[in-house]
């Protein structure tokens, strides 16, 4: 029983960064509650295995590949409606319609796309880590990244402007 607890310590004191790193991921923060939930479930089946200083790395592997395995499996079902623009009220303030557009922006890119974005930038790690993490090569990490910003410069030119051009085509 050491070993389940252990993983319940390691649930209460990583619960929230996994959802706010699912929430990336997903683009919804209740889908996040039930990718991370879906992860840790998978973690936990074979718990006495992993290593403790490892661990994250581990969950965060797993979050990563459920992510893009929902996505793959939604591709396959029909497209729902598309849903109109948000109507925001004129006093909203810049930092919310700047979240708002970089969250729809986002959503719109691969789910490969968004998890090289979320750990190269998110998560502040190099190309070999994201590279380990996402269990692919440096170069595919290079390539996707330069995609996914040039894709969020078609999508949100705004945020260029808003960022500055050196912090978007980093």
């Given at each position: 029983?050491?070993?389940?607890?252990?993983?319940?310590?390691?649930?209460?004191?990583?619960?929230?960064?996994?959802?706010?790193?699912?929430a990336?991921?997903?683009?919804?923060?209740?889908?996040?509650?039930?990718?991370?939930?879906?992860?840790?479930?998978?973690?936990?089946?074979?718990?006495?295995?992993?290593?403790?200083a490892?661990?994250?790395?581990?969950?965060?592997?797993?979050?990563?590949?459920?992510?893009?395995?929902?996505?793959?499996?939604?591709?396959?079902?029909?497209?729902?409606?598309?849903?109109?623009?948000?109507?925001?009220?004129?006093?909203?303030?810049?930092?919310?319609?700047?979240?708002?557009?970089?969250?729809?922006?986002?959503?719109?890119?691969?789910?490969?796309?968004?998890?090289?974005?979320?750990?190269?930038?998110?998560?502040d790690?190099?190309?070999?880590?994201?590279?380990?993490?996402?269990?692919?090569?440096?170069?595919?990490?290079?390539?996707?990244?330069?995609?996914?910003?040039?894709?969020?410069?078609?999508?949100?030119?705004?945020?260029?402007?808003?960022?500055?051009?050196?912090?978007?085509?980093?």
């Amino acid at each position: 029983m050491a070993d389940r607890s252990g993983f319940d310590d390691y649930v209460r004191e990583r619960w929230q960064p996994l959802v706010r790193t699912a929430a990336l991921l997903t683009g919804d923060r209740h889908s996040a509650e039930d990718l991370a939930q879906e992860a840790l479930a998978r973690a936990a089946q074979h718990w006495h295995r992993v290593d403790p200083a490892t661990a994250d790395a581990y969950v965060r592997r797993i979050l990563y590949t459920r992510s893009v395995d929902a996505w793959r499996w939604r591709r396959h079902q029909p497209d729902p409606a598309e849903p109109g623009p948000d109507a925001s009220s004129p006093d909203c303030s810049v930092d919310a319609d700047t979240r708002l557009t970089l969250a729809d922006a986002l959503r719109r890119l691969t789910p490969r796309q968004r998890a090289v974005l979320v750990v190269r930038f998110y998560e502040d790690r190099t190309e070999v880590q994201a590279a380990a993490i996402l269990d692919c090569s440096v170069n595919t990490v290079k390539s996707q990244t330069r995609h996914a910003l040039a894709r969020l410069r078609e999508l949100a030119p705004e945020l260029a402007e808003t960022f500055g051009r050196e912090e978007v085509s980093r």
